[in-house]
């Protein structure tokens, strides 16, 4: 029988943020596909858990505030001391705060930089050298359409995930010569917490949907299928890229 290259079969991942979203629907699409998950972020992720156990793999919640880069050494070892090893990151916490540019404060600027680019980084960091010293791994950034666009109202967010993409592709530099890819996933515009305030908006979310060529949010289950991809052999030879999942917003 061939083995899929997609099959993540004794594979170890963690995916930060896993409570919920994004974060979530990935968790349980690795399982799906054979990993075992190191579910970490503040919110415990009890249901994520569950839902991978049922699946028949191993999971376990691991806390982790990643608004400080504290914690991204204990990340690592307790995942490898609680599941085996670890094999695939999936940097998926994230946080947004919308206000107009010329109100935006030092607090809104620092919180948002810190949580999505510095911890990022430096978790980068921690897996990086247990998967150069294990022979390889693969690391998937969470981005957004804002890594390529300026977005209006949100310019802390707009600057971590514009780093996400340099730092995506720096990392790769570095690392694709040790059997580690390094890619992101840009979703698109996806109905989660992160977004409620825009679908909450009546003008902002038909304008949003009226530039969507799918004619929908996306869910957060449509950002699976990428991650397993680039989890996985099938993705061995790409680096550094950056995969709009996207419902075709960026071709418009
Ligand atoms: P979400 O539902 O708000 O989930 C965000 C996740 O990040 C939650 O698990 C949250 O935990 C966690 N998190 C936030 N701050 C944290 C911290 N200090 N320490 C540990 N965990 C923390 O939003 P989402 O839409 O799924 O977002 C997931 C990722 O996708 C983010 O990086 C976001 O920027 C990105 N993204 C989302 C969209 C979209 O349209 N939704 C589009 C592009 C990119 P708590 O529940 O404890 O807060």
Redesign the pocket.
């Known amino acids: 029988m061939t083995t899929s290259p997609f099959d993540l079969t004794g594979k170890i991942a963690i995916v930060?943020?896993?409570?919920?979203?994004?974060?979530?629907a990935i968790a349980v699409a690795l399982a799906a596909a054979g990993a075992d998950v190191a579910c970490?972020?503040?919110?415990p992720?009890e249901e994520t858990v569950a839902e991978i156990r049922a699946l028949g793999r191993n999971a376990e919640v691991i806390s982790?505030?990643?608004?400080t880069i504290e914690p991204v050494g204990r990340v690592v070892d307790e995942t490898v001391a609680k599941l085996g090893g670890l094999d695939i990151l999936v940097?998926?916490?994230?946080?947004?705060r919308r206000a107009d540019a010329v109100d935006f404060t030092e607090e809104d600027w620092d919180a948002v930089v810190d949580?999505?680019l510095k911890?990022v980084f430096f978790l980068c960091q921690a897996a990086g050298r247990h998967m150069i010293a294990h022979g390889g791994g693969k690391i998937i950034n969470?981005?957004?359409?804002?890594t390529f666009q300026g977005g209006i109202r949100v310019p802390s967010?707009t600057a971590s995930?514009s780093g996400i993409g340099g730092l995506t592709k720096l990392l790769a530099n570095e690392w694709a010569s040790k059997n580690i890819n390094v890619n992101a996933i840009?979703?698109?515009?996806?109905?989660?917490?992160?977004?409620a305030a825009l679908q909450a908006d009546e003008a902002r979310n038909k304008s949003i949907l009226d530039r969507i060529p799918a004619a929908r949010?996306?869910d957060?289950d449509d950002l699976g299928g990428a991650a397993v991809f680039l989890a996985s052999n099938a993705a061995k030879y790409v680096q550094g890229h950056i995969l709009a999942v996207d419902g075709g917003w960026l071709a418009r």
């Open positions: 930060t943020g896993a409570n919920t979203g994004i974060g979530q970490v972020g503040r919110t992720a982790a505030d990643l608004s940097n998926n916490a994230g946080i947004i949580t999505n911890s969470i981005a957004s359409m804002l967010y995930k840009a979703p698109g515009y996806i109905a989660t917490n992160n977004t949010w996306g957060a």
